[in-house]
């Protein structure tokens, strides 16, 4: 079992940068595939990115990529995300997760195991 506990989130106006950190607890962070989502008022949360066990694959959304880099430091029990250009419809609560021994990077919501209580990010036009 791990926990996992987001930091990082603020108030940044667009055109801005955020880095957002998930510590995790336990052991085993690096059996953990991880993703960042998001999810803003009236909307379902989604995927915003994911990296794999090792660090040597991810994956980003559309609307984010070449802005946002997800990255992990097994060593530190933590993964990142780096947001910049950010945006106002960036604004959400982003939410990082793991999915337990997966070899690759995890997409759907579903099939990930555990997940943080959120981090609150919000870019003023």
């Known amino acids: 079992q791990v926990q996992l506990v987001e930091s990082g989130g603020g108030l940044v106006q667009a055109g801005g940068s955020l880095r957002l950190s998930c510590a995790a607890s336990?052991?085993?962070?690096?059996?953990?595939?991880m993703g960042w989502f998001r999810q803003a008022p009236g909307k379902e949360r989604e995927f915003v990115a994911g990296i794999n066990k090792s660090g040597s694959s991810t994956r980003y959304a559309d609307s984010v990529k070449g802005r946002f880099t997800i990255s992990r430091d097994n060593a530190k029990n933590t993964v990142y995300l780096q947001m910049n250009s950010l945006k106002p419809e960036d604004t959400a609560v982003y939410y990082c997760a793991g999915a337990f021994q997966r070899f690759v990077v995890v997409v759907p919501t579903a099939e990930y195991d555990y997940w943080g209580q959120g981090t609150q990010v919000t870019v003023s036009s």
């Open positions: 336990g052991r085993t962070f690096s059996s953990y595939a």
